[in-house]
């Protein structure tokens, strides 16, 4: 059974600094892995898309790694804003199914 | 984006009645559509993937009897919670897939008095 870790729970940070958000799965046969944040009481927001082919995707201030074998994704954030405070979660699709598993988040504050 | 939209965004209901919510994919067409509820402070919990034309599919210990799954079309799921009890009050959120991308609703804060 796939089980999807991100580590730490809660980070804080002061403005424009660059930061790491990880994310490991302990099954490495996934189909793709995707990248979402989510705002106190709303939906959430997709972020990034990796399929299992690819290594990294970027996407203006945020870069995604993947590296399947070790079974971990990073998300970098680069020059934080306020704006990206948020609660960041990652997901893995294995193959078979459209089913997403999903990490317990990392509630991001960036302080101004 | 794709985009997807529920209704209602909230609702508060007296213990005992039933509450329909509503899942739309608004720019695209979905054949399979997905339900999860999310506790404060955790992280989201699949329900059951709902797919057009068919039963629904659920997850181990979700009550299929009390969470109805209904997708009469390629745009359209909705989720009935019957008989609502308190213990039912979470946020509900529906998601859909387009080009192996999960995009997800707003979702709606179901509240049981």
């Known amino acids: 059974k796939q089980e999807v870790t991100q580590i730490p729970a809660a980070l804080s940070v002061p403005e424009g600094e660059n930061l790491v958000l990880n994310c490991s799965f302990t099954?490495?046969?996934?189909?793709?892995l995707q990248w979402f944040r989510q705002d106190p009481g709303k939906g959430l927001t997709s972020l990034l898309l990796?399929?299992?082919?690819?290594r990294e995707q970027t996407s203006g201030r945020l870069n995604a790694s993947l590296d399947k074998s070790s079974g971990r994704s990073t998300l970098y954030i680069a020059a934080s804003q306020p704006g990206d405070s948020a609660t960041y979660l990652c997901?893995?699709?294995?193959?078979?199914?459209?089913?997403?598993?999903f990490g317990t988040g990392t509630r991001l504050t960036i302080i101004p | 984006g794709a985009v997807v939209s529920q209704h209602p965004s909230r609702v508060i209901c007296k213990s005992g009645t039933s509450v329909k919510i509503e899942c739309r994919s608004l720019?695209?067409?979905?054949?399979?559509m997905f339900w999860y509820r999310q506790f404060p402070k955790q992280s989201l919990m699949l329900m059951a993937t709902?797919?057009?034309?068919?039963?629904?599919?659920?997850e181990q210990g979700v009550e299929k009897d009390k969470f109805l799954i209904n997708h009469a079309s390629l745009t359209l799921s909705t989720l009935t919670v019957t008989s609502a009890h308190p213990e039912d009050s979470s946020f509900y959120i529906c998601?859909?897939?387009?080009?192996?991308?999960?995009?997800f609703g707003p979702g709606t804060r179901l509240t049981v008095l």
């Open positions: 099954d490495s046969a996934i189909y793709n």
């Open positions: 997901a893995v699709r294995g193959f078979g199914n459209e089913k997403l598993t």
């Open positions: 709902s797919n057009e034309g068919s039963k629904a599919t659920y």
């Open positions: 990796i399929q299992s082919s690819q």
């Open positions: 720019d695209f067409q979905a054949t399979t």
């Open positions: 998601s859909a897939t387009i080009y192996n991308e999960q995009f």
